[in-house]
């Protein structure tokens, strides 16, 4: 009798743990640092959707749309990556690394090699590698893919690659996407100016890498480039604003 009812124990606990683990798990993200005003919006069962404040501390699922308000920022934790989202943007985190970045711009920082996908309205490509990266889209539905310091790939779904350097942004353009030009941008001039590095309290893991890639590139260019890049409005034209004692005005460079 004992021993039966020590077997029916053990089929119970059995089957409880087999209930459990056949249970899907969501997986989230955590969002440490929420400026202003940030909500996730989300689809649930019954074909609603669902709006709420994005709060410190916060855990965030894949697949949610999250939104940042004017003036409004944040810091989430995915693993090893650091991503922040700037004001104005909307982010899919469609999984531990692949991200959908609706419309404005995101940052994403970690010091470990490894392989990530960014996609926008109209353009997709993969780095591996490491670095720290600002992504923002274009109106033409690419994106500008601005490493301020890391090492690795860029390529696309067509096979067209390119390796990153600190400072040289790349357009990533079309579906099927391709890699437009590169351009040399001054990384100090865009340190300053970059909210998504210098409006945050603590400073990124990786600060340490960006202010030596700054430091070398001030070394190898001595105020040669003073340009920030503007928006693409097409697939052939580039907007660039120039800073300088000889040139503040708008151009555009054709590509």
């Known amino acids: 009798m004992r021993v039966f009812k020590t077997q029916i124990f053990l089929n119970a606990a059995t089957f409880v743990a087999a209930f459990f683990l056949c249970i899907p798990c969501k997986a989230v993200f955590k969002a ?3 400026k202003g005003k940030i909500e996730s919006i989300s689809d649930t069962l019954n074909n609603t959707v669902s709006i709420h404040p994005v709060k410190d501390d916060d855990l965030l699922e894949y697949n949610q749309l999250i939104c940042a308000a004017k003036d409004s920022r944040g810091e989430f934790q995915l ?19 692949s991200f959908f970045l609706h419309s404005g711009s995101m940052l994403i920082a970690y010091k470990n090699e490894s392989e990530f ?7 997709t490509a993969t780095f591996t590698g490491s670095g720290t990266i600002l ?13 301020f310091e890391g090492r690795g790939t860029l390529k696309t ?33 865009l340190l300053k100016t970059c909210r998504l590095i210098n409006s945050f309290p603590e400073p990124l893991d990786t600060f340490g890498r960006i202010s030596l890639a700054v430091y070398s590139q001030e070394l190898k260019l001595k105020g040669k480039y003073n340009a920030l890049i503007g928006d693409a409005p097409n697939d052939t034209n580039l907007q660039v604003w120039a800073f300088g004692e ?6 555009d460079n054709k590509k």
């Open 117 to 123: 996908k960014i996609s926008t309205s109209s353009s």
């Open 135 to 147: 992504i923002e889209t274009t109106n033409n539905g690419g994106f500008k893919f601005i490493p």
């Open 246 to 251: 000889d040139s503040d005005q708008e151009t």
């Open 79 to 97: 693993n090893s990556y650091t991503i922040r989202l700037g004001s104005l943007s909307v982010l899919s985190v469609l999984s531990e690394n």
């Open 157 to 189: 779904e067509n096979k067209n690659s390119q390796e990153i350097k600190g400072g040289r942004l790349v357009l990533v353009l079309g579906k099927p996407s391709k890699l437009g030009d590169a351009y040399d941008l001054d990384l100090m001039l």
């Open 32 to 34: 440490k640092l929420v």
